[in-house]
């Protein structure tokens, strides 16, 4: 039964398949040897193998090294077409041990690169990932609270989306939980299991975003990694891209990511050959886009092409529903993290109500996070709320009060570092990130990002 389907069998491999017997004669040729080397089985079969040397149709065989040594061996053989195949021949002995047989096994040597290619292509990947697991990991995510109406519809609509792969834009001010709802629509998706990766447009300095982004391959930069660097969206393969902040993307990257979203294609700065890449995008900012287009900020024709399916999440001033369940989750869950019980009283649950939540939900978060670690107190009041206790110590102080400031034994470059730190963790925590301070502050954001990082080195922190 295997002899008279062998035929079949051998069809079916990927490699070319040349069979001889001990005197060189052609007896078996797979369909895929007629497929790489051009030449019709009915001029092979029972004729010779050295006569096609002998008429230019091949430059190299096998057979007779492999019959006369009884030893396998690989060699390359070019076409008359130019066209190269790796040649791995084997003896097949009879009873007595000689060789009675040759096989040759025949690949496209294009179709070796394209593997080594893919190969190297995952143990890059393989490399980002392993970074992404050892840097610092994220306190347990939590489940998200929606009470209100407005999150209910929303949520809907992240359920109908999820189920495709088309773009989507989340709107929103800063710290209403975009890179939250990023996730859900990944975690609903088809791609649940596969890679989900975040990028903060706005974070990273734009001498690197380039390469952040898209990767390099090796010798592009001197000091540069010499076996090159696969960017992140690349590293998204088969998943979800974030990009949070995309308002900040500088024109030049917007004209490559917009390339990306057509085309479906990553070229690696100093490369010449596109990588196609299946990855879903998902894009996030706190700007009005349609006034950054005006202003010619932002490519119209990015921004018409992110915007087929748009998630506006509201603030949290304009969803009161959702303040208290908030917080007092967020109370249960630190309490249990640091082994606290706590519970507001009720006029500090109607401050927490009144108050307005410019930072949002990342303000009520921290703010709850800072109560379960530093109020003594079981039952939370009015007074340790951090925005009723400012508003309360302000009444008694004049506007021009500033933060005490120590003198001794240090000289004014020293203290005015101190003033720059006030200022920027102020303004971090106000406007959000790096993009939005440099913005508002109308400095440049390189140089917001050098400070915030040189300051980082000295023990602050801008959470």
């Known amino acids: 039964m295997l002899q008279e389907y062998l035929d079949q069998l051998l069809d079916v ?17 797979n369909a895929m040897h007629e497929k790489l080397t051009g030449v019709p089985h009915g001029s092979m079969i029972g004729h010779n193998i050295q006569e096609f040397v002998g008429r230019g149709v091949f430059d190299v065989i096998l057979n007779p090294e492999i019959l006369r040594t009884g030893k396998s061996i690989t060699r390359v053989q070019t076409l008359a077409n130019g066209r190269r195949l790796v040649l791995e021949g084997y003896p097949i002995f009879d009873d007595d041990g000689a060789a009675a047989f040759c096989v040759t096994l025949i690949r496209d040597e294009s179709r070796l690169q394209e593997l080594q290619g893919k190969v190297a292509f995952q143990k890059e990947l393989l490399d980002v990932f392993s970074k992404l697991s050892n840097a610092p990991k994220q306190e347990s995510r939590m489940p998200e609270i929606v009470q209100s109406a407005t999150m209910a519809r929303l949520h809907d609509k992240i359920r109908v989306l999820a189920q495709t792969d088309a773009p989507v834009l989340i709107l929103g001010e800063t710290g209403v939980g975009k890179d939250v709802l990023a996730r859900r629509i990944h975690m609903e998706s088809g791609r649940a299991e596969r890679p989900f990766i975040k990028v903060d447009c706005g974070s990273i300095s734009p001498q690197l975003i380039e390469t952040e982004l898209f990767g390099y391959v090796g010798g592009t930069f001197s000091g540069a990694n010499k076996n090159g660097k696969v960017g992140l969206i690349e590293a998204a393969s088969t998943g979800t891209v974030f990009l949070d902040e995309i308002g900040e993307l500088p024109i030049a990257m917007q004209t490559r990511l917009l390339r990306f979203l057509q085309d479906g294609e990553v070229l690696r700065v100093g490369a010449t050959t596109p990588r196609k890449l299946d ?78 939540w410019p930072g949002n939900v990342r303000e009520l978060k921290n703010m709850v996070q800072g109560l379960a670690v530093t109020c003594a107190e079981r039952v939370i009041q009015p007074s340790h709320l951090p925005f009723v206790s400012r508003f309360s110590a302000r009444a008694g102080e004049s506007d021009n009060a500033l933060p005490p400031i120590s003198f001794d034994g240090r000289n004014y470059k020293e203290i005015m570092k101190d003033m720059e730190a006030v200022v920027l963790r102020a303004a971090m925590h106000k406007y959000g990130n790096i993009a939005n301070v440099a913005r508002e502050l109308q400095v440049d954001r390189s140089t917001i990002f050098r400070k915030v990082k040189e300051l980082e080195k000295r023990g602050v922190t801008f959470d």
């Open 13 to 29: 491999f990927s490699d070319g398949v040349c069979v001889t017997d001990a005197r060189g004669t052609v007896l078996f040729l």
């Open 279 to 356: 990855v879903r995008v998902i894009a996030a900012t706190n700007r009005d886009l349609e006034k950054a287009v005006a202003e010619g900020e932002f490519r119209s024709d990015l921004y018409y092409r992110l915007k087929i399916a748009v998630l506006h999440i509201p603030p949290l001033r304009e969803r009161h529903d959702d303040i208290l369940p908030m917080a007092r989750f967020f109370l249960d869950f630190y309490c249990r993290k640091y082994g606290r019980v706590m519970e507001f009283s009720p006029e500090a649950e109607q401050a927490l109500q009144n108050h307005d």
